[in-house]
Nanobody, 117 residues
Framework: VQLQASGGGLVQAGGSLRLSCTAS????????LGWYRRAPGKERELVAT???????TYADSVKGRFTISRDNAKNSVYLQMNSLKPEDTAVYYC????????????WGQGTLVTVSS
């Protein structure tokens, strides 16, 4: 499945953004969907994942601020990001086909989120 991410941009600290990722085909049979990010000079890290039954997993750094959701009817996964911090600045990638803690083989193209202080 091909993934197309959107919704990144420039926001001030404390602000909000909503990322969207739409798949080229049905995501109904895909167990895990997720968001990962890569900050400048750092390794890629898990942000959040959601599996079919709705169980969610979050990195400690985003718990209570970010919310992942999926809409199987729209073949989409979302990441609502609130109370953004400068350290959230990164390229965010959506992913499909992995597990709660590991990515699958399908990646979106990435969308840049920049949080200014």
């Amino acid at each position: 499945v091909q993934l197309q991410a959107s919704g990144g941009g420039l926001v001030q600290a404390g602000g909000s953004l909503r990322l969207s990722c739409t798949a080229s085909g049905s995501i109904y049979r895909i167990n895990a969907l997720g968001w990962y990010r890569r900050a400048p000079g750092k390794e890629r890290e898990l942000v959040a994942t959601i599996i079919k039954v709705g169980y969610t997993t979050y990195a400690d750094s985003v718990k209570g601020r970010f919310t992942i959701s999926r809409d199987n009817a729209k073949n989409s996964v979302y990441l609502q990001m609130n109370s953004l911090k400068p350290e959230d600045t990164a390229v965010y990638y959506c992913n499909a086909g992995g597990s709660s803690w590991n990515p699958g083989r399908s990646w979106g193209q990435g969308t840049l989120v920049t949080v200014s202080s």
